[in-house]
Nanobody, 125 residues
Framework: QVQLVESGGGLVQAGGSLRLSCAAS????????MGWFRQAPEKEREFVSG????????VYADSVKSRFTISRDNAKNTVYLQMNSLKPEDTAVYYC??????????????????WGQGTQVTVSS
């Protein structure tokens, strides 16, 4: 099992940027697919982005494609989500998640079994 801790959330004006970080410990980080999810009040938890462990292949939800960029630094056991051109509808609690030894990036939350506690992102208009 891997422990995950998110950071980097905050309040930002529409059009601004934030970079979220997820630090992992307690597992072999390079063997985990890493994903970002978000959940707004009274809405379903939704997939945002993910990155695999083999060659850094990435997947993005249509709602964030071209605005968000996921990356990982295996030496630091950390995955990042760079968020640009933020919109009020991006407001949510953002969670990182890990899935061990998968060969593609799943978009279903049920495929991930290690979760961080979340970090709040609020985008004002």
């Amino acid at each position: 099992q891997v422990q995950l801790v998110e950071s980097g959330g905050g309040l930002v004006q529409a059009g601004g940027s934030l970079r979220l970080s997820c630090a992992a410990s307690g597992g072999t980080f390079i063997t985990y697919v890493m994903g970002w999810f978000r959940q707004a009040p009274e809405k379903e938890r939704e997939f945002v982005s993910g990155i695999d462990w083999r060659a850094g292949g990435t997947v993005y939800a249509d709602s964030v494609k071209s605005r968000f960029t996921i990356s990982r630094d295996n030496a630091k056991n950390t995955v990042y989500l760079q968020m640009n051109s933020l919109k009020p509808e991006d407001t949510a609690v953002y969670y990182c998640a890990a899935a061990r030894l998968l060969y593609t990036v799943p978009t279903a939350a049920t495929r991930y079994d290690n979760w961080g506690q979340g970090t709040q992102v609020t985008v004002s208009s």
